[in-house]
């Protein structure tokens, strides 16, 4: 009987179907059609941005329609007083959904990447893994969306005004609880997302056997509300504790690695500790003129708060490794056990290459040891009533560990080659003549960390390292909800135009140069701690001129 | 009994549908449910076929709670709404050809003389057809499966009389022994189809009773005296609407004997010259039942 329906469904809504997967079949090929650069070539892209969510809406709109032709929320259906088994019906609308949308677009999915030359079993795994993404975000609950509405634009009200109501929601616990909520999770957003995904899946199969079983629509109304609001909290205000606790769980007892944290008192004011970079590498690089917005903000905020910085040193590292600690957390304890203050760590200083921003600290191990300073911000009324008394300092590091892969080269200008791990890729001079871009077309995304090097073999000379990390975790890079194909991509800088730096690899023999890249890959989460029994904090406050609050 | 329901109430937010309805169909039987719009007979008839769950009471149909209707009842009912939403987009060929399946007594033979019998035009799109079409395609729906029990709720509705006559002729053809449930607010449109009738008024029913029972039951009373009528102080309770106008004294006997009628008037009315006696139109009857019966519930 479930072809029965489908077969019904099929005659009446095969032409919504097709157009559906046309407008998808039109939005994976919109990246490669533009070519490996952004730019004139890229017009379509930028005439057709808006095609990935009408795709994604379109599949969750056939997913109503489908159900809607046997509506549940009424009862004037000639269906409801026919003799069909409710169960063969939800799979009839499900089957429908997935063999006339889906799966054709997974199978355009798949020969695209096979025409972009990805390997068969990449293309496969690629398409069905955004296929799946598909069904979890734009079917499911489409199908869960039809069966508590009537009608099309019932669907459509009634979807708008959950949004609506999200966002005052919104609106109205972050005014309350403060803007901190909505940071996001830069590391853990994999393990967010399926979180949320299995709610929503999970919602969204509650609400529809409920329906299709008993048709008490108001209940079913009111699972999928709370389906929705939950899945759209958790992106919002799941405590960014909770992904790092599973993604520990996930990747099984904690095992640092013989890393070790520790409280090196003798390490303070070593001469080689630098200050932070501002950034680099792929994205925006960070001006003069934001340098000293971001200096005038931290200088205003500094009047609320007393820094104070504690000498640690991480130990065990491995030369060439990444560590990454996804957040560090720190708490300050009275001699009597009470807890004086909870935090995360703000920024930290290393000696060797060093990335500071967000509560996250990046380490590119260049020996074993590494020293490092955690800088803590305090409330400077609490800093004042506890500076000189004896306090328990515990800082917990939940560190990822980077290996790096083998290195892979391609030529500087105009190259063209088929990487691996990262697809199609292709280099050129940009329009300024001072950097070389290079950009891949690729079905898994951009690697978590990668270090360019513009090198001339031929001269054994190299320009300075730009590495890039922006971990992702999860066991896939890419984010296939928008678009089959992605472009990722970096500039190598090779010539200075205000003539003030000059690299060992310019103009001249750029030609004949090549591009380096190494890809790191994540091995290991664990936590390392450290506990130091007493300290004075005005011991480890840094004499700065912004700071209200006496040094000593 | 085919469907029985006990204390039947739907509230529709704070406006009460249906009040405590009770009803019984016979098998074999064709009752015909009647009350005025908004009376409570479609959310009667929906909650009878599970299309709407009762706030209170309880209902059976088939023998089976109608909350927990299944395939095997559904086999059984034949249901045709003026409101039935049936796919626009299928031609009337498809969807029969859609329905066939589910139904295992399906006679294909009795689908083609309906079809042909109805003057449906196989290959028109449903939503194409005008009402009277798909009312017709409805019952064209309802019948080739010879179900046992026919539901029909406002079937007229709409209808033209040559679309209507075609219609009930095409129900009467099949009935056999089918049981029959039908509701309308024109009497005229049981007229000679129903067995039984029952009278909802504002969610409660006022009576129900075999329609001969009903007519044999029920006459008009003109009394001619010698003198100026007037209404008597006390009159038996088997009369209603009693009317003096000159010296006609007028009234509905309710419980009609020919054998009492004489000896019951002279007993309140002396000096009678003349008694005539007419049986009522179903129209006259259900208008003095409901009248009397909204005067009681006050």
Known sequence: MVWHVFKKDFRLLWPLSLGIVLLGALTSLRTPLGGHFYGSQSLLEQFTIFLPW???????????????????????????????????????????????????????????????????????????????????????????????????????????????????????????????????????????????????????????????????????????????????????????????????????????????????????????????????????????????????????????????????????????????????????????????????????????????????????????????????????????????????????????????????????????????????????????????????????????????????????????????????????????????????????????????????????????????????????HFRTHVTVPSVRLADWAPPTANSTAPVR | MIIEANGLCKAYGRNDALRGLNLSVGEGSALALIGANGAGKTTTIKILMNLLAPSAGTASVLGIDSRRLSRQEFAQIGYVSENQRIPARLSVFEYLAYLRPLYATWDRDLERSILTELRLPPDRKIGELSHGMRMKMALACALPFRPRLLVLDEPFSGLDPLVRDEFLEKVLEHAGAMTVLISTHELADIDGVATDVAFIDDGRLLFQESMGVLTGRLRRVEVLLDREASAPRETPTSWLEVRAVGNVLSFVETHFSEEELGARIAAIVPRVLKVDVEPMPLRAIFTALARNAQRKAG
């Not at chain 1, 992702?472 to 678009?483: A, E, F, K």
Request: some cysteine.
């Open chain 1, 54 to 524: 009408l795709a994604n809406i379109g599949i969750a709109i056939v997913a109503v329609i489908a159900v809607q032709q046997d509506a549940l929320s009424e009862s004037q259906g000639d269906w409801l007083v026919r003799p069909l088994r409710r169960r063969d019906l939800a799979l009839a609308k499900l089957l429908f959904v997935l063999l006339t949308v889906n799966v054709p677009l997974m199978i355009v999915d798949t020969l695209l990447q096979l025409a972009l030359h990805f390997p068969l079993s990449i293309s496969i795994g690629v398409a069905a893994s955004r296929a799946l993404l598909m069904v979890l975000m734009c079917t499911l609950p489409g199908l869960m969306l039809g069966a508590v509405t009537r009608s099309l634009t019932n669907a459509v009200v009634f979807a708008i005004t959950v949004v609506i109501v999200f966002v005052l929601l919104l609106a109205v616990v972050t005014a309350a609880l403060g803007p901190s909520l909505a940071a996001g999770f830069p590391v853990g957003v994999w393990i967010v997302f399926w979180l949320a995904s299995a709610v929503i899946v999970i919602g969204s199969i509650a609400t529809i056997t409920l329906q299709y079983s008993t048709r008490r629509t108001p209940v079913a109304r009111s699972i999928g509300l709370a389906t929705v609001f939950a899945t759209l909290c958790m992106f919002v205000f799941l405590p960014r504790t909770v992904p790092l606790a599973v993604q520990e769980f996930l990747w099984g007892p904690s095992n640092s690695d013989g890393i070790r944290l520790s409280f090196a008192p003798s390490g303070r004011g070593d001469r080689s500790v630098r200050a932070p970079s501002l950034g680099y590498g792929i994205g925006p690089p960070v001006t003069a003129a934001a340098a000293s917005v971001n200096a005038a903000m931290q200088a205003s905020v500094g009047r609320e708060i007393e820094k104070v910085r504690l000498p640690l040193s991480i130990t065990g590292t491995r030369p060439g490794d990444i560590l990454f600690a996804d957040r560090i957390a720190i708490r300050l304890v009275s001699m009597a056990g009470k807890v004086l203050y909870k935090g995360a760590g703000v920024c930290t200083r290393v000696p060797n290459g060093t990335a500071c921003a967000q509560n996250q600290l990046e380490v590119r191990a260049g020996s074993a040891d590494v020293l490092n300073e955690e800088e803590l911000n305090l409330p400077i009324r609490l800093y004042q009533r506890i500076k000189k008394e004896p306090v328990r300092v515990e800082v917990t590091y939940a560190l990822t560990r980077f290996v790096a892969r083998p290195v892979q080269t391609i030529k500087a200008v105009d190259g063209l080659k088929t990487l691996p791990e990262l697809g199609s890729c292709a280099t050129r001079v940009d329009s300024d003549g001072d950097e070389i871009q290079l950009s891949c077309l690729t079905d898994v995304g951009a690697p978590s960390c990668v270090t360019v090097v513009l090198e001339d073999p031929a001269a054994n000379r190299r320009n300075p390292p730009l590495h890039r990390c922006n971990p992702r975790y999860g066991p896939y890079r890419r984010r296939g909800l928008i678009d089959a194909v992605n472009r990722v991509g970096l500039s190598v800088p090779f010539r200075d135009l205000s003539g003030l730096a000059h690299y060992p690899v310019d103009g001249l023999a750029i030609a004949h140069a090549r591009i380096a890249m190494t890809i790191y890959d994540p091995v290991a």
